[in-house]
């Protein structure tokens, strides 16, 4: 990847489209780069820990996946067109859930799992529209009951603390500038206010298309 310049970074955070953007959001490669990252150090520490809390194991899969985080985050973005804060707020699940259960350890066997639970719950939190469970677990290489299995058990190990308000919003943001920039120099999104202004966008475009129509069939 190229280092991110101030002006592709500011028409990414405030021209991206979601209906119209085949680019992929700048976070998606930071996040990669970030999670490739706690991979590596966490295979380095594993023998150390290698008794996990039995309910954190409800992600591990029996086969490890033969896709790359980055190649499995274009996937998830190229089928479901989830916008940058979507992964700025999934980032901040799994920071969360981590802290909930200090002795889990992100790893080859969960990872895409933790993943795709988190970015679906995400995108239903930020999101006006989505995609159903069944949908994200095609996309995801799950079967639809494995999915609904996956959200449910993280609910609830979540406490429902699902909530991010902008200040944690931002500090997530400059928290994966900071790590990324130790491991490349990259910056992601950092301008964006928060869900909130997302969503208004998109109310915005649905209701121009909305009146768009509405005016061709008059």
Same mark, same amino acid.
């Given at each position: 990847m190229a280092? &991110? $310049?101030?002006r592709?970074? =500011?028409?990414? *955070?405030?021209s991206y489209s979601y209906q119209q953007d085949s680019n992929t959001p700048l976070v998606i490669s930071v996040l990669a780069s970030l999670i490739e990252r706690?991979?590596? =150090?966490? +295979?380095? &520490?594993a023998k150390k820990y290698c008794k996990w809390p039995s309910k954190t194991r409800v992600f591990d899969c029996n086969e490890t996946p033969d896709m790359t985080i980055q190649?499995?985050?274009e996937r998830i973005f190229r089928y479901t067109r989830a916008g940058p804060s979507v992964y700025v707020v999934a980032y901040v699940y799994i920071d969360r859930f981590c802290q909930l259960y200090p002795e889990f350890r992100i790893g080859a066997r969960n990872v895409h799992r933790l993943l795709i639970t988190t970015i679906m719950v995400a995108s239903k939190y930020v999101e006006d529209m989505n995609y159903r469970n069944s949908y994200f677990a095609r996309v995801g290489g799950l079967s639809t009951t494995e999915m609904n299995n996956l959200e449910v +058990? @993280?609910? @609830?190990m979540m406490k429902f603390k699902l909530h991010v308000n902008v200040s944690v @919003?931002? $500090? %997530?943001?400059?928290?994966? +500038? =900071? +790590? *990324? $920039? &130790? /491991?490349? /120099? %990259?910056?992601?999104e950092r301008a964006l206010r928060c869900a909130e202004e997302i969503k208004t966008k998109q109310r915005q475009e649905r209701r121009y298309m909305n009146d768009h129509n509405a005016g061709l069939l008059l």
């Open positions: 280092l &991110i $310049s101030p592709k970074l =500011r028409y990414d *955070v405030y706690t991979l590596a =150090r966490n +295979e380095r &520490i190649s499995y985050l +058990e @993280f609910l @609830f @919003f931002e $500090s %997530y943001c400059c928290h994966l +500038e =900071r +790590e *990324v $920039s &130790i /491991g490349g /120099g %990259y910056q992601i």
